[in-house]
């Protein structure tokens, strides 16, 4: 059974850093892509960074030069490093995994990790 599990998260000051994981465990065929979403009150869960399918790197234009996302295919993993944290930064940061029913077939099940707290206050 796949699961994905996070890991990292807190609380910073303005301008500080934390890095984020997202281990997928369990049998996965396949895994196609990664994404982090950021969630806060009253608002949609909104994508902040993605490896797309092909491993290309993606981060949205707000956090561009502060985020980085990077994934590890040994370990099944995707991290977050986010640096020069600001306020708005602040939400709960979800994993989205594509996992692939089987090798050579595109059709995928999203799966979701547990969530993880991420606070920027002075």
């Known amino acids: 059974q796949v699961q994905v599990v996070q890991s990292g998260g807190g609380s910073v000051q303005p301008g500080g850093s934390l890095r984020l994981s997202c281990a997928v465990t369990g049998s996965a065929p396949v895994i196609f892509s990664m994404g982090w979403f950021r969630e806060t009150p009253g608002n949609p869960r909104r994508l902040v960074a993605s490896?797309?399918?092909?491993?290309?790197?993606w981060v949205r234009d707000s956090v561009q030069g502060r985020f980085t996302v990077s994934r590890d295919y040994t370990k099944n993993t995707m991290y977050l490093q986010m640096n020069d944290l600001k306020p708005e930064d602040t939400g709960i940061y979800i994993c989205?995994?594509?996992?692939?029913?089987?090798?050579?077939?595109?059709?995928?099940?999203?799966?979701w990790g547990q969530g993880s707290q991420v606070t920027v206050s002075s």
């Open positions: 989205h995994v594509e996992v692939g029913v089987a090798a050579g077939d595109n059709t995928f099940v999203s799966h």
């Open positions: 490896s797309r399918r092909d491993g290309t790197p």
